[in-house]
């Protein structure tokens, strides 16, 4: 794999990052990232990606450094509460955002922003880690959708497979040993034009949502060497909670309590 050059430098929030994480993934992983030339050198554009492991951000953001991007992120507004981790995302270009609230507005606008500004935006389309029971792509969120239609920019898919066995689903302690191997693998971008065209209805979001999913799960299907499910997991159609541990029922016994 030939590593492309960085597009721009990168500050000091992204140097320290990667002074510290690079290394570290390099010895507690090994890598098969297949295709990231597809990833255009320059210019705004959207990675997106399957969501399998709370370790997914490291790693893709390693995936995309190593050709050429500076990664940024839609990233949970409660990490940006504490004063000191708070401030080093915003110094590396990470944007918040409130997850199922109406708040979640500004950081689309944001995103936006971002997109027109060139940068190169890692999207988890599942708005969270896959409730599938075999870790598939489920059903998708529409943030990427709206963002690509708004702005017109490349929506590159990526399937990903291995974060899983480094960090299992709502599991604290990494597994290390033995090394695990991460495979992602970039694809064409999602043929979105016709949609672009159409503006932001709600049938064109629809339907360009679900050509990015489908286009992940093709590329997931590969690097798993499995075929997926003919229809995608809806944690809303099974009753599955869509932020948290899906498994851990302590929040809605609290809820039933409260409402006796």
Sequence with gaps: MRVRKLERKRGWALTVAASI???????????TW?????????GGCIIAINHISHVDPLLSAHFVYDHGRLPRYLAK????TNKYLGGFLRSAGQIPVE???????????AAVRAIADGECLI???????????DLWPMKGKTGAARIALATGCPVIPVGQWGAQEVLPPYTKKPHLVPRKNIVM????????????????TPESISRATDRIMAAITVLVEDVRGATAPVERFDP?????????????DTQSRTSRRKRR
């Design 21 to 31: 994480l690079k290394p570290t993934l390099l010895t507690a992983t090994s890598r």
């Design 34 to 42: 297949i295709d990231g030339e597809k990833i255009p050198a320059t």
């Design 77 to 80: 507004s409660g990490l940006f």
């Design 99 to 109: 997850r199922l609230s109406r708040n979640a507005i500004g950081a689309y606008d």
């Design 123 to 133: 999207i988890y389309p599942e708005g969270t880690l896959t409730r599938d029971p």
């Design 185 to 200: 693998k970039a694809g064409d971008p999602v043929a979105l034009d016709d949609l672009v065209a159409a503006g932001q």
């Design 236 to 248: 809303r159609q099974r009753g599955v909670r869509e932020t948290g541990n899906p498994h851990d």
